[in-house]
């Protein structure tokens, strides 16, 4: 390829990305002039994901694939923002790769995509062991845990295995994210939204036994029924990994959830 058909297709794309960008800013200014409500995944400025990453999430994540191609663009935007926001850490001689930070981040966009606080605000630092690794607050070994100091921590073995199979409604990054969103909203609620949908779950769940009612049919792995804070993350497990299900056997619980995070992923 020659040097000026190279400079004519660098300018081809230059031109198709300040058009575009142009475009999503010309709509959002004029949803700020009329005092329209702009749309959730809006972003003034949408960041690119970089190409092995958009290769990876394509092969790999099934619901960036789900997604208009305009709408991915903010999913990734906002994949890298997440990135960027928090200090990765590994332990063990474990080192540190763009994979690791990609697949968490997308793990943690995904929960909050339906919001428009998505970044986990109150947490910093992200811990990545190769496995098990024993935990000084509850001195046991454990596979995940995240505390009110802003830090979460994952085994990345197990990590990984919870992304493999999809649909068993276990998956360390969902589990850890979501005892995030909970803490998160002790310390320092996300948005008035989100707030009060939780308040109105977390009464649900209380004064309708619903701890008590998975436990006796299995409706959730036994695992939820410890106290109200497992109970969310299991049953944000079971959102993401077996909507249909969830939908089936609790749907008044599926529908607060679907109001709390703002996205409804069954197709029942």
Not at 2 to 21: K, Q
Not at 159 to 186: K, M, R
Request: aromatic residues 14%.
């Amino acid at each position: 390829m020659s040097f000026e058909i190279m400079l004519i297709l660098v300018a081809i794309g230059l031109w198709l990305y300040v058009t575009t960008t142009a475009i999503d800013l010309g709509k959002g200014l004029k949803a700020a002039l009329t005092n329209q409500t702009l749309p959730i995944y809006f972003e003034w400025f949408p960041r690119r994901l970089p190409h092995q990453y958009e290769q990876y999430l394509i092969k790999n994540d099934k619901f960036y694939g789900n997604l208009s191609p305009k709408i991915q663009r903010s999913y990734g935007s906002r994949i890298m923002n997440f990135i960027d926001d928090k200090t990765f850490i590994t332990r063990d001689g474990l080192k540190i790769t763009g994979e690791m930070k990609l697949v968490i981040a997308s793990i943690a966009v995904k929960i909050t995509f339906g919001l428009r606080e998505y970044l986990f605000g109150h947490f910093h630092t992200i811990i990545i062991y190769s496995g098990e690794f024993h935990s000084n607050v509850s001195g046991l070994d454990v596979k995940g845990e995240t505390n009110g100091a802003g830090v979460i921590v994952f085994s990345w073995e197990d990590l990984q295995y919870g992304n493999s199979i999809p649909d068993d409604s276990i998956n360390l990054g969902y589990h850890e994210f979501a005892h995030a969103l909970f803490l998160g909203h002790l310390m320092n609620p996300y948005n008035n939204d989100f707030k009060d949908h939780y308040r109105e779950w977390l009464m649900f769940v209380k004064y309708n036994d619903k701890l008590e009612e998975v436990r006796e049919k299995h409706i959730f792995r036994d695992y939820a029924a410890v106290n109200e804070m497992e109970f969310f993350a299991v049953a944000l497990e079971n959102f993401f990994e077996k909507p249909n299900h969830f939908k089936q056997e609790l749907p008044h619980l599926y529908k607060l959830m679907v109001q709390m995070l703002n996205q409804d992923l069954a197709t029942v």
